[in-house]
């Protein structure tokens, strides 16, 4: 008899502890498939944080656009200054500059006869503003080409959902500061070109322009307003990148439970 109940005690202790094994066994088994499970869904939360995150970057590379295009175009275009010569001298007629060419504008008896004459950094006859400046302007629109390349680089990895904080957050960076760079470019030219007009400087041409030394009066031409735009544009394009930041919120840290 009391062996009969040895048995049967030691039977239902065999099959508890069986079941306990396989229990344990599923426990540990659905355990990494749980966990892969929730950092999927982290991942998958984290995108739509990351694009409303990246709004304000995707309105710069539009705003940084619009003034990499405004200050492209400037550099070609004439009316940096305006000089008016003397209508009672040989030199009549108007005559409008720009950073790389000079046109004049000479009133006739039927029509108006246009002459434009180019120009380099290399003609010693230009002075020290007009080629810092074209200088400036290309460099400007050289790190503007870079900075959109980078801004370009960033969002694509925002959405591609890539996580990687420094990554994306150094190429917004980087991006933000040469669209400052470019706009503080732009902004010496204009401030520089402005210097010259209200100082009324003259620039000895050749006598094959018939372009005399000084105007007998001069202005600020319409270029300056374009000119302006663009450094504004760069430089709040710059501001939106500079101010990106990944939501804290937005990194995953899946929890490991040891046994």
């Not at 705003?63 to 405004?70: C, E």
């Not at 006739?108 to 810092?132: E, F, G, K, Q, W």
């Not at 010259?196 to 600020?220: C, D, L, R, W, Y």
Request: aromatic share 12%.
């Amino acid at each position: 008899m009391t062996a009969q109940v040895q048995g049967e005690s030691l039977g239902l202790t065999g099959q508890t502890n069986s079941q306990w094994r396989q229990k344990l066994f599923c426990a540990q088994s659905e355990e990494p498939r749980s966990r892969e499970q929730s950092v999927s869904l982290g991942y998958t939360s984290t995108m739509p944080l990351l694009i409303n995150s990246a709004n304000c970057q995707i309105v710069g590379f539009v705003v940084t656009t619009i003034g990499w295009i405004l200050g492209t175009t400037s550099m070609g275009f004439v009316e940096w200054r305006v000089w008016y010569l003397d209508n009672a001298s040989q030199f009549s007629g108007l005559a409008c500059m720009g950073m790389w060419r000079v046109c004049v504008f000479r009133q006739t008896n039927i029509t108006t006869a246009i002459s434009c004459h180019s120009y380099s950094y290399h003609d010693t006859y230009l002075p020290l503003d007009i080629r810092v400046s074209q200088n400036l302007l290309l460099m400007s629109s050289i790190l503007g080409l870079l900075g959109k390349a980078s801004v370009i680089f960033a969002l694509k990895n925002v959405s591609m959902g890539i996580l990687e904080t420094t990554t994306t957050y150094k190429a917004f960076v980087i991006s933000g500061i040469l669209n400052i760079a470019a706009g503080i470019c732009i902004s010496v030219a204009v401030t520089w070109n402005y210097h010259s007009v209200m100082t009324e400087e003259g620039i000895v041409f050749p006598s094959s322009f018939n372009i005399p030394f000084k105007p007998h009066a001069q202005k600020i031409g319409n270029t300056v307003i374009v000119a302006c735009l663009a450094a504004f544009a760069l430089f709040l394009s710059g501001w939106f990148f500079l101010s990106y930041k990944l939501p804290l919120d937005s990194q995953v840290h899946p929890e490991v439970s040891g046994m």
